[in-house]
């Protein structure tokens, strides 16, 4: 199956501060990214939708100001938390589609763990 | 409102086979995902359906009714890996997942 990236895969940060987490699409271009958030024994939570060369697409609740997304080419995209909080510490996990059809099947990051002090 | 049913959570015995059902309530449906997640772990794809009937692909298979809206995810012959949580996920009329809570599967020796 189709293989993306996330870096880092562990972030432990001091409050205020900002944090960049990459995600990419090794074997195959993504046109589309989803960003996913995850709170321990939850289920996922989609943050925001990315296409290429293009303003994300946030959900309902989700502050684009704080969660700033950049998806510059095919395959890569980047989520900055801004001003990390204690409230932000979570599992991030990314997503991207494969191929031009909305069908296709989301392939998964391996997540990135943030804890913020 | 749109809506994904699954069990929260289930127990099998090594060796066995394993049943998890899925509910759906969407606006629209292009297709059921099914994905496993360990602990700790992003979820890793399983299968998909869109037509009505059993994919089989190993000890894994799904099953699709979108005429009741329910799919199932049968697990055969059990193993100790298999303890994870199972994320059904339905693609709706405008192209979006949406997931269910996901069914935690704990095997027994």
């Known amino acids: 199956g189709a293989v993306v990236s996330q870096h880092p895969s562990w972030v432990i940060c001091k409050s205020g501060t900002s944090v960049k987490i990459e995600c990419r699409s090794l074997d195959f271009q993504a046109t589309t990214m989803f960003w996913y958030r995850q709170f321990p024994k939850q289920s996922l939570m989609l943050m925001a939708t990315s296409n290429e060369g293009s303003k994300a697409t946030y959900e309902q609740g989700v502050e684009k100001d704080k969660f700033l997304i950049n998806h510059a080419s095919l395959t890569l995209s980047t989520l900055t938390v801004t001003s990390a909080h204690p409230e932000d510490s979570s599992f991030y996990i990314c997503s991207a589609r494969a191929g031009a059809g909305e069908v296709e099947t989301q392939y998964f990051g391996p997540g990135t763990r943030l804890l913020v002090l | 409102g749109q809506n994904i049913d699954q069990p929260t959570e289930m127990t099998a015995t090594e060796g066995a086979i394993v049943q998890i059902n899925c509910t759906y309530q969407t606006s629209g449906f292009n297709g059921l995902f099914w994905y496993q997640q360990h602990a700790g772990e992003a979820p890793t794809f399983l299968s998909y359906?869109?037509l009505d009937g059993l994919e089989e692909k190993g000890r894994f298979s799904s099953f699709l009714s979108r005429s009741k809206g329910y799919s199932y995810l049968l697990l055969k012959e059990l193993q100790m890996k298999d303890s994870a949580s199972y994320l059904c996920?339905?693609?709706?009329?405008?192209?979006?997942?949406?997931w269910g809570a996901g069914t935690k599967l704990i095997i027994k020796p």
């Open positions: 359906n869109v």
């Open positions: 996920a339905v693609l709706d009329s405008n192209y979006q997942l949406i």
